[in-house]
C-alpha cells in the first residue's frame, strides 16, 4: 500500500502492534460491555424513568401555582376545577453534557485477592454503565480529555468502551499522577471522576475549582478495593508500590491497621469537604460490593441535580 505524500510507511513492526492492539481491545471489550449492560438495565428498573420539567412540547403535569410563578403557564381550565390556580408543567426535551473519566493510573490496576476485579476493570465497568443510562435518558456523554464531542443514540457505550481501551494510558485523558486532566469544558456541563483518588488532595482541589469556576457541576465516585479499606494484613509484610512509592515493609502489620483507618477517613471526609465547598458531591463504591447501588445512587444524584433540570 503507498503511503500519503509526506508521511513514512508504517514498518512491519508497527503494523504488528497495531494488529497486537486491536485484538487486545477486541478481546477485552465484549466482557466489559456485557458487565455494563447487565448493571444498566438494572439501574434503569430501579429509577423508573426520569422526566424532568423543562421547556418541551410534551405535557407532563399540573402543579399548584405559587407567587413568583410565571402566570403565563397557568392552567384555567384545571384551575376552575378547584379553589387553587395551577400551571402546566411541560417535560424537558433539550439534552445536557456530562463528561466521564476514569482513573487509568498504576494504582487501579489493584486487586487483593483473585476472586475480585481490578479498581480499573470496575471503574470502566461503570462508566460504560452509567454512559448507557444516560444516552438512554437522552443524555450526551463524553470521555473527558479525549477532544471528542459527547454523543447520543444507540451503540454509546461500545463507542465509548472502544475509545477507552484505545486511549490506554497515552493519551491526554491520563495526567502522570492519576488526576484528571485540565481540559477547558462547556459552562453548565457535567463531570463524573471516578478514581481511587488516593492523591494529595490540595492537587484535586486546583482541578475542581477550575471546573468548579465555569459553573460545572460535578460527582466523584471513589474506586476501592476491600483491602484498602479495612488493611486486613497480620504479621510480616512487604508493600509494593505500584507507582513511585516503592516499596515498605512492616514487621506486624496488624499494629498499623487503627492508624490506617484514621488517615483513611480522615482522607475521605478531607475529600468530602472539598467537593462540598464546590457544590459537587461524592461516594465511594468498593470492589467486593455490587456495583448496580452504587451506580443507583449516582445516577440519582444526577437525575436530582438542580443544574441538569435547568
Given at each position: ?5 509526506g508521511t513514512?510507511?508504517?514498518?512491519a ?7 497486537a492492539q486491536?485484538?487486545d481491545i477486541?478481546?477485552?471489550l465484549?466482557p ?6 447487565r448493571i ?10 426520569r422526566?424532568?420539567v423543562g ?13 413568583g410563578?410565571d402566570?403565563?403557564?397557568?392552567d ?6 378547584s ?7 411541560m417535560?424537558?426535551s ?6 466521564l473519566?476514569?482513573?487509568d493510573s498504576p494504582?487501579m490496576s489493584y486487586?487483593?485477592?483473585?476472586n475480585l ?9 461503570m ?5 448507557t443510562?444516560l444516552?438512554q435518558?437522552g443524555?450526551?456523554v463524553?470521555?473527558l480529555g479525549t477532544g471528542?464531542?459527547?454523543i447520543a443514540g444507540?451503540?454509546v457505550?461500545?463507542?465509548?468502551g ?14 502522570p499522577?492519576?488526576?484528571p486532566?485540565q481540559?477547558?469544558?462547556?459552562a453548565?456541563a457535567h463531570?463524573v ?8 488532595l490540595?492537587k484535586?482541589e ?5 471546573f468548579?469556576?465555569?459553573d460545572i457541576?460535578?460527582h466523584l465516585?471513589q474506586?476501592?478495593d476491600?483491602?484498602e479499606?479495612d488493611l486486613p ?12 512509592e516503592?516499596d ?5 502489620a496488624?499494629l498499623l491497621?487503627?492508624?490506617?483507618r484514621d488517615?483513611?477517613a480522615?482522607h475521605?471526609?478531607g475529600l468530602?469537604?472539598?467537593v462540598a465547598?464546590?457544590?459537587w458531591?461524592?461516594?465511594r ?9 452504587s ?7 444526577l437525575?436530582a441535580?438542580y443544574?441538569?433540570?435547568r
Amino acid at each position: 500500500m503507498a503511503s500519503l505524500p509526506g508521511t513514512a510507511a508504517p514498518s512491519a513492526q508497527q503494523a504488528e502492534r497495531v494488529k497486537a492492539q486491536a485484538a487486545d481491545i477486541a478481546g477485552r471489550l465484549p466482557p466489559l460491555l456485557v458487565a455494563a449492560e447487565r448493571i444498566a438495565v438494572t439501574v434503569e428498573q430501579g429509577v423508573h424513568g426520569r422526566r424532568r420539567v423543562g421547556r418541551g412540547e410534551s405535557f407532563w403535569q399540573f402543579r399548584q401555582y405559587y407567587p413568583g410563578d410565571d402566570l403565563r403557564r397557568l392552567d384555567w381550565r384545571q384551575s376552575a376545577k378547584s379553589d387553587r390556580l395551577y400551571l402546566r408543567q411541560m417535560e424537558w426535551s433539550a439534552a445536557q453534557s456530562v463528561y466521564l473519566w476514569c482513573d487509568d493510573s498504576p494504582s487501579m490496576s489493584y486487586a487483593s485477592n483473585r476472586n475480585l476485579p481490578e479498581k480499573l476493570e470496575r471503574a470502566r465497568i461503570m462508566l460504560l454503565a452509567l454512559a448507557t443510562v444516560l444516552s438512554q435518558a437522552g443524555e450526551r456523554v463524553a470521555l473527558l480529555g479525549t477532544g471528542e464531542p459527547p454523543i447520543a443514540g444507540r451503540n454509546v457505550a461500545e463507542r465509548l468502551g472502544e475509545r477507552l481501551l484505545l486511549t490506554g494510558r497515552s493519551e491526554q485523558n491520563i495526567t502522570p499522577d492519576g488526576l484528571p486532566p485540565q481540559i477547558l469544558l462547556p459552562a453548565h456541563a457535567h463531570v463524573v471522576l471516578i478514581s481511587d483518588f488516593l492523591v494529595p488532595l490540595e492537587k484535586l482541589e486546583k482541578i475542581i475549582d477550575r471546573f468548579a469556576d465555569r459553573d460545572i457541576h460535578g460527582h466523584l465516585l471513589q474506586v476501592l478495593d476491600p483491602a484498602e479499606v479495612d488493611l486486613p494484613f497480620s504479621g510480616r509484610v512487604r508493600f509494593q508500590g505500584l507507582e513511585t512509592e516503592g516499596d515498605y515493609l512492616v514487621s506486624k502489620a496488624d499494629l498499623l491497621r487503627d492508624s490506617y483507618r484514621d488517615r483513611l477517613a480522615a482522607h475521605w471526609q478531607g475529600l468530602r469537604d472539598l467537593v462540598a465547598s464546590a457544590g459537587w458531591s461524592c461516594s465511594r463504591h468498593v470492589t467486593g460490593d455490587s456495583p448496580t447501588r452504587s451506580l443507583l445512587e449516582l445516577y440519582q444524584w444526577l437525575a436530582a441535580d438542580y443544574r441538569l433540570r435547568r
